[in-house]
């Protein structure tokens, strides 16, 4: 019998093997990846180590759907954790019955072509998603009431279908509740077991990345990967239908430079400073404010900003007070009668401001 685990890496789901191994069940686990979880590198690493099989499962539009609308709402962030961990097991169920019936085999249980669905869930763990009525919830929805496994918890659980049958022995697993993870570590350090840190979980969970992500709903129809992305960089502001990202460091200035969709209008100071995107309407004020952020992050107190789809344009910045003629001059900016600039170079008058006057535009 082939036991099929929701694995996340993490030190939960990891034990769960662990415990399925050492009563000589085979593992097959399943990693879910999306812009916002998943390291499939880890995992395929303890994968060869412990031995078990390895399946890496990218979401679809599906899942970006339930996110936009969630039937059960989210948590402390933009997590649908409810329906997040239904779509997963209704897939994982899937995933279950192919191989299974590649394999020819059956599961003497429930008389169809599944194996053992199993998850690292803890009991009282988490209060978005493993409370005792949601653990419920997720069976009945699922169609997989009693043919859950989970180890950790499953002497405080009513017996699976599994335990039942005796395919699995209910007196090898765990009674583990509430949100201490102290006998988890216990057990860690006992099988030698490496696991990923909570830090690293779901960005969706993070209260900045769900502000940023809300604001991509609202205004963004049809979203890329690349939009998912680019939330995961830079400084995030917003004037009307116009979204500006400035570059934090030199990695994220490149990154930005990658994730730059056709249209896009790129900005970088002549010196130090970031790389800043411009999407939407490239509007003299969308322009502007992309310009003056540009300059207020940079080392410099006047510049001269090259943008465009190829920084092909240039605009002359300064600070309050400089004269402008002169730094445009020296910048190669020429004057002729009448004229205060070249067509090359287009004036715009911004004083460097505070950065406390465009927090307003933040994301």
Known sequence: MLAYVLYSGGLDSGLAIRLLQEQNIKVVAVHFVSPFFGNPEFCRLIAKEQKFKLIIKKIDRKYLNILRNPKYGYGSGLNPCLDCHLYMFKELKKISGKNTRFQGKRCLVCKANEGIIVTGDVLGQRPKSQKLNDLRLIEKEAKLENRILRPLSAKLLP???????????????????????????????????????????CLLADKEFAKKLKDLFEHKKIISEKDFELLKVGRHFRISEN???????????????????????????????????????????????????????????????????????????????????SFAKANGASFSKGKRMSKKTNEIKVGKPKRKDIEKFRV
């Open 243 to 325: 979204k500006i990202v400035v570059g934090r460091n030199e990695k994220e200035n490149r990154k930005i430079t990658e994730l730059k969709g056709r249209g896009d209008f790129i900005f970088e100071v002549k010196g130090i400073g970031p790389t800043t995107l411009l999407q939407g309407k490239k509007n003299k004020e969308a322009i502007k404010l992309a310009a003056k952020l540009t300059l207020v992050y940079s080392d410099e107190e006047k510049a001269v900003v090259k943008y465009g789809k190829n920084l092909e344009k240039t605009l002359v910045c300064f600070a309050n007070g400089a004269s402008f003629q």
């Open 159 to 201: 017996e699976t279908e599994y335990e039942k049958k005796g395919i699995i022995n209910r007196e090898k697993l765990l009674g583990i509740k509430g949100r201490s993870r102290k006998k988890q570590l216990e057990l860690a350090k006992k099988y030698n077991l490496k696991f990923l840190t909570p830090a690293g979980g």
